[in-house]
C-alpha cells in the first residue's frame, strides 16, 4: 500500500546530497527575507536592554517598537540602525527595475528616543514626569 502523504525530510532524503543542500540554503535564504524587528534584533544577538541603550530609550519602548504593526519610518529606521543595519526602501512596479525611495526618516534627526519617552512617561533620565 502506498502512502497518502510524505514527509518533506522523507521526501529530501531522496534526492541528492547537492539537492538537499541547495534546498536547505534556498530555505535559509527565505527565513532571512522575512523577519520580524524581534527576530532581527535576536538574529543580532542583541538584547532589548542593549538595544534600549543604543536608541536612548527604555527597555519598554523596545518592546513596544517590536509589537507594532505600524510605525513611522524614522522610527523603523532607527531600530534598523540600532542593530546595525541601513534601511532602504523600494517600490516596485510591473515591468520596471525597483526604485529606491529616498530621504524617508530622515527629515528632523532622531525623534524614537523623545516619542518613546512620551509614550512611558518618563524623561530622558528615567525619571516619571508630572502628568
Known amino acids: 500500500m502506498v502512502p497518502l502523504s510524505v514527509s518533506l525530510d522523507e521526501m529530501l532524503a531522496r534526492e541528492s546530497k547537492e539537492m538537499q543542500l541547495s534546498v536547505k540554503q534556498r530555505t535559509a535564504e527565505l527565513i532571512a527575507e522575512e523577519l520580524n524587528l524581534r527576530e532581527l534584533r535576536r538574529q543580532r544577538r542583541l538584547t532589548q536592554s542593549c538595544l534600549s541603550k543604543k536608541l536612548k ?3 519598554e519602548g523596545v ?17 534598523v540602525e540600532g542593530v546595525g543595519g541601513e534601511l532602504w526602501i ?10 529606491v525611495l529616498a530621504g524617508l526618516g530622515r ?3 532622531k525623534k524614537i528616543a523623545k516619542k518613546a519617552s512620551k509614550a512611558t512617561g518618563k524623561s530622558k533620565a528615567g525619571t516619571r514626569r508630572a502628568a
Open 107 to 109: 527629515s528632523k534627526g
Open 90 to 99: 523600494e517600490a516596485r512596479f510591473p515591468g520596471q527595475p525597483p526604485i
Open 63 to 79: 518592546s513596544r517598537i517590536e509589537r507594532r504593526q505600524d510605525m513611522n519610518v524614522s522610527t523603523l529606521r532607527s531600530y
Open 57 to 59: 530609550i527604555g527597555q
